[in-house]
C-alpha cells in the first residue's frame, strides 16, 4: 500500500510514522511525505497515486478538502483519511468521500482502527479470482464483476468488460465472494454489492442499468447484508 501524509505540521508526520511503525498497517510498500495541498496534487499531475492520504485540513490557500477534492478527481479509489484540530470541517468531507476524519492530536487506538478499514479497503480493491473454462484461463479482478448467475452447472461473471462462462456451482465461489461484499438475493445468483444503484421490491438494479431478480424469502436478508455493508463503508 503506498501511503502519503500531507500535513504541513512536521510533528504530526513524526507521530503518523511511528504509528505505522508500530503496527498500524500490514502491508505498507512506501510512505511519502508531502507538506502542501500544491504539492499532493502535483504527485497526481505527474502519476504518482497513492492509495491512502492521510491529510490535513488547514494548509494554507490550497486547503486540504480542495486538494481532497483534486485527488478524488483523479482517482476514485483512493482512501482519503483527514486529520484535523477542529471538529467543524467534518461535514465538507462527507462529498469527497473521505473514509474516516481524525481529530489531533491523534489518539492511537483511533488510527489503529482506520487502519483496520483501509487495510480491509484495499485487500477488497485488489481481490481476484481465478476462472477456468475449457482451454482458457481468466484472472478477474473482483471489483469488476458485477454479479454472478449459476444455471445447469455453469457458472457465469458478468462483469464490466463481459460475460465470463466456467463450468460448477454457484456455491463453489459463494464463500469467497461474500467476504469480498457480495450478497445473494436469489439462489441462483450473488451480487456485488458496491454495484448497487438501489434495491427496489423484487429486483436490484446496478449501476449500469442491469437488473438481478430479489426473491421473497431472500430480501430482508438481502436488506440487512446491504445495511451493514453500507455501515461499514462510513466513517
Not at 489531533?104 to 476462472?131: G, Y
Not at 444455471?151 to 458478468?158: D, L
Not at 439462489?187 to 456485488?192: D, Q, R, Y
Request: with cysteine; aromatic share 10%; net charge negative.
Amino acid at each position: 500500500m503506498r501511503i502519503c501524509i500531507c500535513d504541513d505540521d512536521s510533528a504530526v508526520h513524526a507521530q503518523l510514522r511511528r504509528l505505522l511503525d508500530t503496527g498500524g498497517l500490514q502491508s505498507v510498500s512506501a510512505v511519502t511525505s508531502l507538506y502542501t495541498g500544491e504539492e499532493l496534487a502535483e504527485a497526481y499531475r505527474m502519476d504518482k497515486p497513492f492509495d491512502l492520504v492521510f491529510l490535513d485540513v488547514e494548509m494554507g490557500a490550497f486547503s486540504g478538502i480542495e486538494a481532497a477534492k483534486f485527488v478524488r478527481q483523479a482517482d476514485p479509489d483512493v482512501m482519503i483519511v483527514f486529520v484535523s484540530s477542529h471538529r467543524q470541517y467534518v461535514f465538507d468531507a462527507f462529498p469527497v468521500g473521505a473514509l474516516h476524519y481524525l481529530l489531533k492530536p491523534v489518539q492511537p487506538e483511533d488510527f489503529a482502527a482506520v487502519c483496520r478499514r483501509a487495510e480491509t479497503r484495499f485487500l477488497d480493491l485488489h481481490a481476484v479470482i481465478r476462472l477456468r473454462y475449457k482451454e482458457n484461463r481468466f484472472t478477474v479482478p473482483v471489483r469488476q464483476i458485477l454479479y454472478v448467475e449459476g444455471a445447469r452447472r455453469h457458472v457465469y461473471f458478468h462483469t464490466t468488460d463481459g460475460v465470463l462462462e466456467t463450468v460448477g456451482k454457484l456455491g463453489d465461489y459463494a464463500p469467497i465472494l461474500v467476504q469480498s461484499g457480495f450478497a445473494a438475493p436469489h439462489a441462483s445468483f450473488l451480487v456485488n454489492m458496491d454495484r448497487i444503484e438501489h434495491i427496489e421490491q423484487d429486483r436490484i438494479v446496478l449501476e449500469n442499468g442491469e437488473t438481478v431478480f430479489c426473491s421473497v424469502r431472500k430480501r430482508r436478508e438481502l436488506l440487512r447484508a446491504y445495511d451493514h455493508y453500507l455501515g461499514n463503508r462510513k466513517w
